[in-house]
């Protein structure tokens, strides 16, 4: 196990270099002034332009501008905005409440999207299964702003009282269950049918039989060898849906008015400050490649025949 997750660990190295490389050529390298609009509707003075360019290496090459740039955020750096502010404490700032919100949403789908799939897998066709796949492609079908918008309305006029309407500066946990629910909805009905599906495939699997034959108790049979089985794909896509989260809460944030990351980058791409935008997206290839990690991982406690050796 130790090799295999230091081998994982140095292909980790590559991966990440190309896709920030990629990163930074996609928001440095596009036409167009980049300190346009910094001084209002009046041209920046030539001292002023000739500094911001120095500062920010722009008359280099870009792969020397990359080196560049990979060498200070090694040492934590991730630069600087156009206003001479940290990038690193903008981000410090937000990010905890996009991971608060992320959080959120994933557990619901897993309470929520797993509970329901394991619940009709089971079951077979009937009543319930019809209603868990009428509700599931409901919810794929409504975009995340209407989802949002309803369900502001419904707190708005006092029918969930029980529920926080707004999210403060603090984006408490109990704020975060409304926003949560919205980011997650898409997701938690593709959790739901994915679920579904692979605990039907695997109750007629030969394991099962074998398993009912030797008079194993149903709930041993089912917690120990049916849903251990059934949820390596889930977890696969609970895994890779975390990242997913935390960089597409932009609508979700701005109907709830959240302070996290989404809206930073938003703000951020339109006022043309790249270093905001290559920051928090390198930040967000980080922490794919380490949850793809811990997934791969997860799949030798889920399945015993699978061995890293």
């Not at 990359?66 to 206003?83: I, P």
């Not at 946990?173 to 926003?179: I, Q, R, T």
């Amino acid at each position: 196990m130790g090799r295999y997750v230091l081998r994982r660990l140095l292909q980790l190295i590559p991966v990440f270099i190309g896709t920030t490389f990629l990163i930074y050529v996609l928001v440095w390298a596009l036409p167009g002034d980049p300190f346009a609009g910094l001084c209002g509707e009046r041209r920046c003075p030539d001292a002023f332009m000739a500094r911001l360019t120095d500062k920010y290496n722009l008359n280099d090459n870009i792969v020397v501008q990359y080196v560049k740039y990979l060498g200070a955020l090694v040492q934590g750096d991730f630069g600087e905005t156009f206003s001479g502010q940290s990038v690193g404490q903008l981000i410090s700032l937000r990010f905890p409440v996009s991971i608060r919100l992320a959080l959120v949403a994933v557990a619901i789908q897993i309470v929520i999207g797993v509970t329901a799939g394991v619940v009709t897998g089971l079951r077979g066709r009937g009543y319930l299964d019809n209603l868990v796949l009428v509700s599931t492609l409901l919810l794929i079908s409504l975009p995340v702003f209407v989802t949002g918008f309803l369900l502001q309305q419904l707190l708005f006029k006092g029918e969930w009282s029980f529920l926080p309407v707004t999210v403060s500066a603090q984006a408490r946990w109990n704020e975060l269950l409304v926003p949560g629910f919205v980011l997650g909805a898409l997701s938690m009905a593709f959790v739901t049918r994915l679920t579904r599906t692979s605990v039907a495939e695997h109750r007629r699997a030969d394991y099962m039989r074998t398993a009912l034959a030797k008079g194993l108790p149903k709930r041993r049979i089912v917690v120990v060898h049916l849903l251990r089985n059934s949820a390596i794909p889930v977890v696969t896509f609970l895994g890779t849906d975390l990242g997913n989260l935390m960089g597409g809460a932009i609508i979700t944030e701005g109907i709830f008015d959240i302070k996290g990351i989404g809206g930073l980058v938003y703000q951020s791409i339109l006022q043309k400050q790249g270093f905001i935008v290559t920051g928090i997206v390198v930040l967000l290839v980080i922490i794919f490649l380490l949850i793809n990690l811990i997934v791969d991982l997860l799949y030798a406690v889920l399945d015993p025949r699978i061995r890293y050796d």
